[in-house]
């Protein structure tokens, strides 16, 4: 390890641990913000360089008080407490969840801190590289198994209530499967029907002209891929 020096207790190494906690929370708190995601730098670099202080203050106890302290218990609770804040970035709007990856990144960032509290420098720095590079890479290999995928979540909106019984009744017919269904009535009078539902399309049809196929259907008015 490059950095096995920084598990010393001193001026300068709490100072560099402080100083790499900050810089890595910072990064990853940034690679959301820029995406305009949630967490941010703020959020993100506070929660790290307070992990990496509970941590420090776990290793100063257990200097000054040697064989009545446990440095891991300290740790564990950050681990669970950090929760919390995860929690509060995650959004469920009807069926859908968002914020998922932004409460994995503050749980991240304490788990980074952690490690760079304790003076585990080099491993805390390749997790956050690992982690940049992995948000990076796998929207574009998500996207393309998600092209290859025989299952597609559609979004559905239709004039007339009998429309979603016509329509259930085609994919059975095409032998498709239905993995989840659910109908939204419309709160006014002449609003359309929403339908979301998730099904799987057998590998004789073509996916993408299938789907315009379902627009053909009386009283569909609309229909994409979510």
Not at 11 to 31: H, K, P, Y
Not at 62 to 71: E, N, Y
Not at 135 to 148: G, Q, V
Not at 196 to 220: A, C, H, N
């Amino acid at each position: 390890m490059f950095s096995a020096s920084l598990t010393e207790w001193t001026f300068e190494n709490v100072l560099l641990r402080m100083v790499t906690a900050l810089v890595l929370g910072s990064l990853i708190g940034i690679d959301r913000g820029a995406k305009k995601r949630g967490g941010g730098a703020k959020t993100d670099a506070a929660v790290c360089l307070g992990a990496a202080m509970v941590m420090m203050t776990a290793q100063y106890m257990d200097l000054q008080f040697p064989g009545s302290t446990d440095i891991s218990r300290m740790a564990s609770q950050v681990v669970s407490g950090v929760g919390f804040l995860g929690a509060g970035s995650i959004i469920v709007s009807g069926r859908q969840v968002k914020g998922l990856t932004s409460a994995a990144s503050i749980w991240i960032c304490a788990c980074v801190g952690l490690a760079a509290g304790i003076g585990f420098v080099d491993g805390a720095v390749l997790v956050t590289a690992v982690l940049l590079v992995g948000l990076h890479i796998l929207p574009f290999i998500e996207e393309k198994a998600y092209f290859y995928s025989r299952y597609a979540r559609l979004y559905v909106e239709a004039g007339e209530n009998r429309t979603a019984s016509v329509l259930l009744r085609k994919l059975k017919e095409d032998g498709c499967k239905i993995d989840m269904y659910d109908v939204d009535k419309p709160k006014a009078e002449g609003q359309s029907f929403t339908i979301r539902m998730t099904i799987y399309i057998p590998r004789r049809i073509k996916k993408q002209e299938y789907l315009q196929t379902l627009l053909e259907i009386e009283g569909v008015m609309f229909v994409d891929v979510v």
